[in-house]
């Protein structure tokens, strides 16, 4: 993947990774009923991602993490 790329994908996990987090942070309505949707699993795998095009970030900057 080039930069643009990666940078465009960086921002896009952490914008579902924020998102989820405030809609998981949010108390339950139980008047609404249950929530359908992990929110936390979400925000949990968006973070992992994005760990993973940080990584692939500083390795298109010139940083070598491997070995």
Do not use: E, Q
């Not at 699993?41 to 010139?62: C, E, K, Y």
Request: no cysteine; net charge positive; hydrophobic share 60%.
């Amino acid at each position: 993947m080039d930069l643009n790329l990666t940078l465009g994908l960086t921002a896009g996990f952490l914008a579902v990774a924020v998102f989820a987090g405030w809609r998981g942070a949010r108390p339950p309505d139980f008047l609404k009923g249950p929530r359908l949707i992990p929110w936390r699993f979400i925000m949990v795998t968006a973070a992992a991602g994005l760990l993973v095009l940080v990584v692939h970030l500083v390795n298109l900057l010139g940083v070598k993490t491997g070995r």
